[in-house]
């Protein structure tokens, strides 16, 4: 699934909240959490983990395919 780097980054800066943080927060390590925001793809079980390190819903930053 697509997700928005942009989106994610709004996300963060509004929350206050680091790279470093976001991934602890979701059990990715920030290397991968790094990787999935520039490739801009992911599961949907890992968009859920993001999502909760966020403390949003998924939809807040999944891009729709079409």
């Not at 890992?46 to 079409?66: H, N, Q, R």
């Amino acid at each position: 699934m697509k997700i928005s780097k942009d989106k994610i980054d709004l996300i963060m800066a509004s929350k206050g909240l680091s790279a470093k943080e976001v991934s602890e927060r979701s059990g990715i390590s920030r290397q991968n959490f790094s990787t999935l925001r520039l490739r801009g793809t992911c599961t949907a079980p890992t968009a859920f983990k993001i999502a909760k390190g966020l403390d949003v819903d998924p939809s807040e930053f999944i891009v729709s395919e079409g």
